[in-house]
C-alpha cells in the first residue's frame, strides 16, 4: 500500500476563503480517498473518488482527480471555524488498510 | 445514522498489565481494523479482520496483540502486557467492502496511557 502525499503540509486562510489541498502518490490506484480529522480526534471519511472519474463534488467539496499526473487536490469552498483539521488523502490500490501520510493542517481564521 | 463506538473513552493502566479495548462496527460491515495514533505521529495501521479471522497485519501487531469478535456485535483489541510505548490512540474502522470500493468509518477512539 501506499501513502499519500499532501501539500501544503500547513495552510491557514481567513474564514469565507477557499482552501485548496493538494496530493500525491506513486502508483496507480482504484480509488483515492479523503479524510480529516479534528485534533487527536477519529478520523472522518470525506469523498471517495474512483479512478475512472475526474471530478466530485459533495456539499462544499469538490475533489479532482489526474491519474496521468498521479495528483489529487480537494477544495474546500466558503471555509467556516469547524473546518479546522488535519486532511488526508488515501489512494487506495487493491489493500484493505489505509495508509496515511502527515497531512495538511487547515486553520481556518475568524 | 450508523456510528462505530469505542469503549473506553481512556484506558489508564500500569505497564504489564492487560488491556483490551472495545469496538462496536457497524452492525452491516464486514471489514474491520484497528489503527493507532501515537501522540503527534501519524495514524498507523494495525490489524484488518474479515471472516472471522485475520487478514493482513503490520510490524506493530506483534505477539501481544491480538483481536476477537466474540460476539455478532463487538471487534475487541487485547495487549497482552502494556508498555509505555503503547501509549496512543486506538482507533476502531469497519467497512462494507475492501478499501478498494469503500470507504471506512472510524470510531472515536480510546486513549490508552501506559504508567
Known amino acids: 500500500s501506499q501513502q499519500g502525499e499532501e501539500d501544503p503540509q500547513a495552510l491557514s486562510i481567513q474564514e469565507g476563503e477557499n482552501a485548496t489541498m493538494n496530493c500525491s502518490y506513486k502508483?496507480?490506484?482504484?480509488?483515492l480517498q479523503w479524510y480529516r480529522q479534528n485534533s487527536g480526534r477519529g478520523l472522518v471519511h470525506l469523498i471517495l473518488i474512483r479512478s475512472n472519474e475526474r471530478e466530485k463534488h459533495s456539499g462544499r467539496l469538490r475533489v479532482t482527480l489526474d491519474t496521468s499526473k498521479k495528483s489529487s487536490s480537494l477544495l474546500i469552498t466558503a471555509s467556516r471555524a469547524a473546518d479546522t483539521a488535519s486532511y488526508f488523502c488515501?489512494?487506495?490500490?487493491?489493500?484493505?488498510?489505509?495508509?496515511f501520510g502527515q497531512g495538511t493542517r487547515l486553520t481556518i481564521n475568524p | 445514522e450508523p456510528e462505530v463506538t469505542q469503549t473506553p473513552s481512556h484506558q489508564v493502566t500500569q505497564m504489564g498489565q492487560e488491556v483490551i479495548l472495545r469496538c462496536v462496527p457497524i452492525s452491516n460491515h464486514l471489514y474491520f481494523y484497528w489503527y493507532r495514533q501515537i501522540l503527534g505521529q501519524k495514524v498507523e495501521f494495525l490489524v484488518s479482520f474479515y471472516n472471522n479471522e485475520i487478514s493482513e497485519k503490520s510490524e506493530i501487531f506483534d505477539d501481544q496483540f491480538s483481536v476477537e469478535r466474540p460476539d455478532g456485535s463487538n471487534f475487541t483489541l487485547k495487549i497482552r502486557s502494556t508498555k509505555l510505548e503503547d501509549s496512543a490512540m486506538y482507533f476502531c474502522?469497519?467497512?462494507?467492502?475492501?478499501?478498494?470500493?469503500?470507504?471506512?468509518?472510524f470510531g472515536p477512539g480510546t486513549r490508552l496511557t501506559v504508567l
Open positions: 502508483t496507480s490506484i482504484n480509488n
Open positions: 474502522a469497519s467497512s462494507e467492502d475492501r478499501a478498494s470500493y469503500n470507504e471506512q468509518f
Open positions: 488515501v489512494p487506495i490500490q487493491g489493500a484493505q488498510k489505509l495508509v
